[in-house]
């Protein structure tokens, strides 16, 4: 099955700082997802990335997949509370799952 | 209007109990998910199901039961609830294989 190691585990970084969580997947990925969870609610979807190279942003968050199409970045730009939370990326192999890796707890300080 | 709705959010049950969890999504989706989240967060795949035919099952134990009576629907039913079972169920759909999975708010489910 698909593996994916996340780093850091947790974080704690000062508003209006960058950070940067990054997955690694011990197979090639198919596509790789970002979510994110706050506590108590669901899993927001942030971005998919399918190809390698590939890179997207939407609003202060970009995230990128190697050419190798093994290991992603997530990079959040001038934090802010809001973005405080578990970010989750997932792996898909082509077989109607996803598996995840076991997330980064993001906490913003005002 | 709500993509991915599942029922209760929260439930509190008794061990050697039966349970249901229930879930629905106006996507218009093929394909639906059971996910099972842990305490320490780890979301892991349970169910998936295509067009109402389960597709994944992913060494759940038999008591998991899921049933879907459309392709809109995909409920959760548990029987003989133990302590372990206690964790945050989620559901979720896509189009199918290789597209965004969308998921629901979550079912916070504990057994005492």
């Known amino acids: 099955s698909q593996e994916l190691e996340q780093s850091p585990q947790s974080l704690i970084v000062q508003e209006g700082k960058n950070l940067t969580i990054n997955c690694t997947s011990s197979k090639t990925l198919y596509g790789l997802y970002w979510y994110k969870q706050k506590y108590g609610e669901g899993l927001i979807f942030l971005m998919m990335l399918q190809k390698g190279g590939e890179e997207k942003s939407h609003e202060k968050i970009t995230a990128k997949l190697d050419e190798k199409k093994q290991q992603s970045s997530l990079h959040i730009t001038a934090s802010q509370p809001s973005h405080a939370g578990i970010y989750l990326c997932g792996a898909d192999s082509n077989d109607y799952k996803l598996s995840f890796g076991a997330g980064t707890t993001v906490t913003v300080r005002a | 209007d709500t993509a991915v709705s599942q029922t209760p959010k929260y439930l509190v049950t008794q061990m050697g109990n039966d349970k249901s969890i229930k879930c629905e999504q106006n996507l218009g989706h093929d394909t639906m998910y059971w996910y099972k989240q842990d305490s320490k967060k780890f979301l892991k795949i349970m169910f998936s199901?295509?067009?109402?035919?389960?597709?994944i099952n992913e060494t759940v134990p038999n008591r998991f039961s899921p049933k879907s009576p459309d392709k809109a629907h995909l409920n959760l039913h548990i029987n003989s609830l133990e302590l372990g079972d206690s964790a945050v169920y989620f559901c979720?759909?896509?189009?199918?294989?290789?597209?965004?999975?969308?998921f629901g708010e979550g079912s916070w489910l504990t057994v005492v």
């Open positions: 199901y295509n067009n109402k035919e389960l597709i």
């Open positions: 979720a759909s896509s189009l199918g294989s290789g597209n965004t999975i969308y």
